[in-house]
């Protein structure tokens, strides 16, 4: 079992920065593929970004450029540096991790930290 806790959302300005973490527990995420998805005010879960064991990185097209997933497999965390914040960047952002490929759908992935809440104001 791996357990996820996010930390570093808040509140924030328009086009301001933060960087979220996920520390993971019960067992080293080294092998594993970990991800950030986000889910908006009354939308769905959808994929963020995601980076493989390798530390090859993906993206959706609508934060390429402005936010960077990366990962130190030593402290077992993930980050996610998000900048240029704007209010459609507003949701719960959840880190997720799963055995082998990134994939962007959300019933693929295995564990799931609680979230934690970005909000951008304009």
């Known amino acids: 079992q791996v357990q996820l806790v996010e930390s570093g959302g808040g509140l924030v300005q328009a086009g301001g920065s933060l960087r979220l973490s996920c520390a993971a527990s019960?067992?080293?995420?080294?092998?594993?593929?970990m991800a950030w998805f986000r889910q908006p005010p009354g939308k769905e879960r959808e994929f963020v970004a995601g980076?493989?064991?390798?530390?090859?990185?993906s993206y959706s097209d609508s934060v390429k450029g402005r936010f960077t997933i990366s990962r130190d497999n030593a402290k077992n965390t993930v980050y996610l540096q998000i900048d240029s914040l704007g209010p459609e960047d507003t949701a719960v952002y959840y880190c997720?991790?799963?055995?082998?490929?990134?994939?962007?759908?959300?019933?693929?992935?295995?564990?799931w930290g609680q979230g934690t809440q970005v909000t951008v104001s304009s």
């Open positions: 019960g067992r080293t995420i080294s092998h594993y593929a």
């Open positions: 980076i493989t064991w390798t530390a090859l990185t």
């Open positions: 997720a991790a799963r055995a082998l490929l990134v994939m962007t759908t959300v019933d693929r992935w295995t564990y």
